[in-house]
């Protein structure tokens, strides 16, 4: 189990190593492309915050109680992104998509 999260958190790495990469064209694209990466986006935050939420009710003690705290703000932030991604304009969902993608965290996203 612990090799399948292993696996399965690199692949997450690396899928948003890419998205950052190519942050400008994903929100420069169609509807249907920014629209699905906030959704996905959301539906991963949901099944990390499930999951750290879970573990931490099977065994208090792992990873430190920290799922008592970061799985219900996951959780949170998995319900922001569906809404977003479901009933917003087209423009707030790209502006979210170049906010949660970019690698600086000075640089200035009212472009």
Same mark, same amino acid.
């Given at each position: 189990?612990? /090799?399948? %999260?292993?696996?399965? &958190? ?11 990469? *190519? !942050? #400008? ?11 699905? /990466?906030? %959704?996905?986006?959301? &539906? ?11 573990? *931490? !009710? #099977? ?13 219900? %703000? ?38």
């Amino acid at each position: 189990m612990s /090799i399948a %999260l292993l696996g399965l &958190l690199l692949v997450l790495l690396v899928l948003y190593a890419h998205v950052s990469n *190519n !942050v #400008d064209r994903y929100g420069n694209s169609g509807n249907l492309v920014s629209r699905a /990466i906030i %959704l996905i986006s959301g &539906l991963i935050f949901g099944a990390g915050g499930t999951f750290l939420f879970l573990e *931490n !009710v #099977d065994e208090p003690t792992w990873a430190f109680g920290s799922g008592f705290i970061l799985g219900p %703000l996951l959780a949170v932030a998995a319900c922001f992104y569906l809404v977003v991604g479901t009933f917003f304009p087209l423009q707030q969902v790209r502006d979210l998509l170049r906010y949660s993608f970019r690698h600086k965290l000075n640089d200035d996203i009212r472009n």
